[in-house]
T-cell receptor
Framework: DAGVIQSPRHEVTEMGQEVTLRCKPI?????LFWYRQTMMRGLELLIY????????DSGMPEDRFSAKMPNASFSTLKIQPSEPRDSAVYFC?????????????FGEGSRLTVL | GDSVTQMEGPVTLSEEAFLTINCTYT??????LFWYVQYPGEGLQLLLKATKADDKGSNKGFEATYRKETTSFHLEKGSVQVSDSAVYFC????????????FGQGTRLTINP
């Protein structure tokens, strides 16, 4: 079975450019999460969706960040304009609430470097 | 709010040593508890889980028991291998109400041959 698929795996861009990260969750999962990982701050939850609806975006750093989930099989995280401090690994994860334990399944991440 | 606290890292051990990584949590009710592992350059993988008090999760020689009385979920392995070198994250999640997974800060483990 295909897991959570993220693209691109690596992105290098210059400050001020727009960055779009993409995620395809596991088919049938009804929750989708975006996390950011840095050495300084560890894993931070940015936003999560339930049935394509944003539930909690309190972790989104500022207005430069936006996330959408137009359908059950696709989500994007956009940064515009990007800044060097946005450099991090961004993970997408999905889960199925019907699962007793509720574990999340993670993608391999998108490593973003903003110069 | 909910929180997870892990022992400070990094942890360095010799091959075949006994491993314990402490994890305690603060939460209302009865969350599910997890250990995730992250190998270098990869995403997080579920290592083991427990959904109720006194449950023992186990996988790949690792074990952790859900202790409600001490609000703990310590990770143990009897004999570690070089291939166990990774970052380990303890986490909790409520199935009811707020659904987000709350992570500890992670513990970097290095096993020397």
């Amino acid at each position: 079975d295909a897991g959570v698929i993220q693209s691109p795996r690596h992105e290098v861009t210059e400050m001020g450019q727009e960055v779009t990260l993409r995620c395809k969750p596991i088919s049938g999962h009804d929750y989708l999460f975006w996390y950011r990982q840095t050495m300084m701050r560890g894993l931070e939850l940015l936003i999560y969706f339930n049935n394509n609806v944003p539930i909690d975006d309190s972790g989104m750093p500022e207005d430069r960040f936006s996330a959408k989930m137009p359908n059950a099989s696709f989500s994007t995280l956009k940064i515009q304009p990007s800044e060097p401090r946005d450099s991090a690994v961004y993970f997408c994860a999905s889960s199925l609430i019907g699962n007793l334990a509720g574990e999340l399944f993670f993608g391999e991440g998108s490593r973003l470097t903003v110069l | 709010g909910d929180s997870v606290t892990q022992m400070e890292g990094p942890v360095t051990l010799s091959e075949e040593a006994f491993l314990t990584i402490n994890c305690t949590y603060t939460a209302t009710g009865y969350p599910s508890l997890f250990w995730y592992v992250q190998y270098p350059g990869e995403g997080l993988q579920l290592l083991l889980k427990a959904t109720k008090a006194d449950d023992k999760g186990s996988n790949k020689g690792f074990e952790a028991t859900y202790r409600k009385e001490t609000t703990s979920f310590h990770l143990e392995k009897g004999s570690v291998q070089v291939s166990d070198s990774a970052v380990y994250f303890c986490a909790l999640r409520h199935i009811q109400g707020a659904q987000k997974l709350v992570f500890g800060q992670g513990t970097r483990l290095t096993i020397n041959p």
